[in-house]
DNA sequence: GTGGTTGTGTGACATTGGTCACATTGTCAA
DNA sequence: TTGACAATGTGACCAATGTCACACAACCAC
């Protein structure tokens, strides 16, 4: 039974990545849908009915606090999954973060009920739900690291940087007042924050859209 | 084959914790370490050798910033494993975050090499393995909210109560040092913060002991 | 164009938290 | 008892961040 392929060895920096071929049956059998930019296909509070998968596009993770403060957590890539909605739908929980599409991105959604069948068929996809989740505690981890003994500037700087990677240019489409929301605090202290690393030559700023040099 | 059971409902307030039956049959196949308090049982950049679970007493796990700057993630109850040293073990990396026994406390090690055949014979391992994830996840979800949004006295207050619950005593013995190291802050900030706590009446402070009213 | 809306710049100020320098107090062992 | 040491208290001060008020500039719809 193919559980041995569980703990198969890794390489350390693979990326939490569902396997192509696996993907494309995916595709072939279930719903795919195209969002826009902007749209929350995940809510705080809400129990979860389809786990969604990334074709392509992004996704940002937020969470909240208990009196609905929000603060960025991570993205999802494609091929990645949100391990909060494969856990929430498994388990019958709610939703405790929100997802929201940073482009028009492309996703297949997976019934809850069809996810055993899935890893009978394919052990991979124990594979895929492990290191999807060691990807994420780690990035968690350093979510908290860094929040707590990084200065503001830094963490506009590193979140810059990170969402330049992640959508392919360096020009990030972003208002002051998005970066605040993201890092939880003042649009003021971003914009203070951001004329200094200007003036470092770190990053360009534009009306709406930051250059990362 | 048992995979059946890794979706089954649950409950959502269960606690992630390995059925007693299960652990009884660990403890009589695995070797059984009793570890005194404050010894660091998985360290940073280590690769995991064993996979502890814990029988009774408790631990704290914490995580490290690029400068070594250390912080309080979550800690692990009887009955619980550190999620971090079975990725860690299963997928030979090393290990993020450090282990620290929080009083006398008993462990069984598994070897990696026997993960597979455990969740072989026992699907329950599963579920074990998954809702530890989620547990984890949220508390840690938690974690960064409260870094993020709570003044230090909040966070001091917070810490304080947690660690009675844990240790099952209104009474706990702590420096004003320690505190402030679990939280990632100084000593005195600490101390000032729980001063105010002490006037409010929802602290009594004792020479290296804090009793939580 | 014009007017409304959105995004940004900026100075003044309050607050929180971190740092430093010491004083004080409890504990323990010689 | 008396050092020595660990834990705590405290005031002064600074730096980082949050808050407020408002000016100004860019963009869009008409």
Known sequence: MGLALFGRNRKRDICSVLPK???QQLQQENEVLLIPAGQVILDFHKYIRSIPII???SVKVQGEDDEGNEIMLYHIRPG???IMSI????NNS???VKA???EPTKIVTIKPEKVHSLINANPEWFDFIMS????RFEELLQTVTRISFKSIEQ???DMLQKRALLMHTKVVEITHQQIANELGTAREVVSRSMKVLAEKKQIKIFRGKVQVM
Chains 1, 2 share one sequence.
Do not use: D, F, H
């Not at 856990?87 to 498994?90: D, F, H, I, S």
């Not at 999807?132 to 990807?135: A, G, I, K, P, W």
């Open 100 to 102: 929201i599409t940073l």
């Open 132 to 135: 999807l989740y060691q990807t």
């Open 21 to 23: 071929g696996l993907l």
């Open 80 to 82: 990645e999954s949100c």
């Open 55 to 57: 074709i392509s596009g």
């Open 155 to 157: 963490r506009v700087m």
């Open 94 to 96: 709610e939703s405790k």
């Open 87 to 90: 856990l929430g739908a498994l």
